[in-house]
């Protein structure tokens, strides 16, 4: 997906802040940070969003599950952390390439938001 925002941060033709990167997927530190920590993990694949998900890359998107702790320890998040995925429009969805928001480092105050 050469038009895609994240495939080609992915592919290194966009420069980005990465904090993890394995075989299969890809961290980066959002660029309108929204919380102290706010980091952006996705699947190397390009997946649309969360909606895209099914039984053949379930696999994938379980393994980014083990990856994100992982990345919420490196970052010192002890006090906890919110892992968010927007799918579509009325999500607020912006990047079509599917990715998971880690945000930390402050009290999350409002309840899904
Ligand atoms: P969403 O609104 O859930 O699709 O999230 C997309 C996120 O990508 C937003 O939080 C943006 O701030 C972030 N973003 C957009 N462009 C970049 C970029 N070049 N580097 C890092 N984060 C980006
Ligand atoms: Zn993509």
């Known amino acids: 997906m050469s038009d895609c925002l994240f495939c ?11 904090v993890y990167e394995d075989e299969r997927c890809f961290a980066f530190r959002d660029i ?10 996705v699947p190397k694949e390009h997946i649309a969003s969360c909606a895209d998900v099914t039984a053949d890359n379930a696999a994938l998107v379980a393994h ?10 490196a970052e010192g998040l002890t006090g906890g952390y ?5 799918a579509g429009p009325d999500a607020g969805q912006t990047v079509p390439h599917l990715h998971f928001h880690i945000l930390g480092g402050r009290r ?3 309840r899904m938001a």
Do not use: C
Request: glycine share 2%; proline share 10%; hydrophobic share 45%.
């Open 8 to 18: 080609r941060i992915i592919a290194g033709e966009i420069p980005s802040s990465k």
């Open 32 to 41: 309108n940070p929204q919380a102290p920590t706010h980091i952006l993990v």
């Open 64 to 73: 980014i599950f083990t990856v994100i702790p992982q990345i919420a320890a």
């Open 82 to 86: 919110r892992v968010v995925s927007n």
């Open 108 to 110: 999350m105050d409002d």
